[in-house]
């Protein structure tokens, strides 16, 4: 039987699964499931342990091995687990050499110094290729304990990036999605002027058949100045970008520890527009951060149409063990959940605001699975019996409040 996967978390998470995957089987894995956990917050711990427990009781005779940001944050209740196997080490994952020897334990990815290739060139049920470019943070935000599961900052040589996502497209790939941690940060490990968008601007030049390029989740304080002009001058760049924001007010992203204040995200925002126009803005936010008073959260709310942002990953906050923010007075959990209420409902008006503007265009969308497509601002499209993986030019009509409509 087939090595079976279960992820949590983020995008870089989604790519090194399906990279561990095949290199268990190539090894022989056989009958095995493979957890790749997340430490962001309590609850993604909570429910990784849970599904464990589920996946033992539904298979009581397959062997579990646990991985991934949890098991180097919180190793020791994972290893305390009756159903789990055997706990691998973050950076040890996708290595070949782990699934045919001894696995390297959690503990040590704080001295890894350089990043292999993830290959993980389709993703199953995705038509966007995800290229795992970065991992790590030399950063110490308050709340994060990210660093600790994934080690110092490292970046993947330019060459063998543009070599992967060249496969991509000789295999048929439209788009590719450049992802990591501290995304960023690409290339200050490597070289002297190396830079995410001195990688971007490589990429598009030595892949001319690259149809889409996107972004994950980028820091805006750090986009370098070849970027900000990559998204003026390259139109294979895709006008939609997830910033990592997290509040809107000085104090507050002062005792996150953040490096970009409240007045520098809405001039990169008002930036990018003026360079860009139509480029559409996601971001992360975080509700009831310690401290937090309603007057904090109002300048966060505020933020959304000063930022124009679209799409919201609002995550309320929940203390990490051995944080700083752990030991800040915390906000009550019932108004920490009221302002995350608040925060989605913001971004669910934004988003219908986003769709209303986008009936009468005319965009190019990328077909998925399920007759969705997302165009190029990353809005989604209905296209019933569209085939997968197409681009296809289609004149918007419509919307439900969340999903565009297009003939």
Known sequence: ????????????????????????????????????????????????????????????????????????????????????????????????????????????????????????????????????????????????????????????????????????????????????????????????????????????????????????SIDSIEADPALVAAFAEEPRLMPHVHLSLQAGDDLILKRMKRRHSRSEAIAFCDRLKALRPGIVFGADLIAGFPTETEPHFTRSLDLVAECGLTHLHVFPYSPRPGTPAARMPQVAPEIVRDRASRLRAAGEAALVRHLDGEIGAVRRVLTERGGIGRTEGFARVRLPGAATGELRTVHVTGHDGQMLSAR
């Open 1 to 216: 039987m087939s090595v079976e996967t279960l992820t949590f978390g983020c995008r870089l998470n989604t790519v090194e699964s399906e990279a561990m995957r095949a290199a268990a089987e190539a090894a022989g894995g056989g009958d095995l499931l493979l957890v790749n956990t997340c430490a962001v917050t309590a609850e993604a711990g909570r429910q990784a342990r849970k599904a464990i427990r589920g996946a033992a009781r539904a298979r009581p005779d397959r062997p579990i091995v646990v991985t991934g940001c949890g098991a180097e944050v919180e190793r020791e209740a994972y290893a305390a687990m009756p159903e789990v196997s055997r706990l691998v080490g973050n950076a040890a994952k996708t290595r070949p050499e782990t699934w045919t020897g001894d696995a390297a334990p959690p503990g040590t990815v704080m001295e890894e110094r350089r990043l292999a290739p993830v290959r993980a060139d389709a993703l199953e049920g995705h038509t966007r290729a995800f290229v795992a470019v970065q991992n790590g943070c030399d950063h110490r935000c308050t709340f994060c304990v990210i660093p600790f599961g994934r080690g110092r900052s490292r970046s993947l040589p330019p060459d063998a990036v543009v070599e992967q996502v060249a496969r991509i497209v000789d295999r048929g790939g439209c788009e590719v999605v450049l992802t990591g941690v501290d995304l960023t940060a690409y290339g200050r490990d490597l070289a002297a002027g190396l830079s995410l968008g001195t990688l971007v601007r490589r990429i598009l030049k030595g892949v001319p058949d690259l149809a889409r390029l996107r972004l994950s």
